[in-house]
């Protein structure tokens, strides 16, 4: 829930919005580990790895974007994104 408020209250700063990001998958992530846990089903833990890998993939590509944004542009702001459309 913290992250989704956190994303809807804030519409400026690209670094926070992936931290909100990653709270919010974090979440998923820990759900599925104590289902796995209290139901003793490892198709949960299989989930919880893969969601894991998406998770840390998502992370080097979001900050990759934001290192090559702020290079073009010298602002990690999301008011001003648009600068690196095609």
Do not use: P
Not at 33 to 46: A, H, K, S, V
């Amino acid at each position: 829930m913290l992250g989704f408020i956190g994303i809807l209250l804030n519409r400026k700063n690209f670094l926070f919005f992936l931290i909100y990001l990653e709270i919010i998958y974090n979440g998923i992530m820990l759900s599925f580990l104590f289902l796995g846990y209290y139901t003793y089903d490892w198709n949960c833990w299989i989930y919880f790895l893969i969601i894991m890998v998406l998770v840390a993939a998502e992370a080097v590509i979001g900050l990759l974007l934001a290192i090559i944004y702020q290079k073009v542009s010298l602002n990690i702001s999301l008011d001003n994104l648009s600068v690196l459309h095609g």
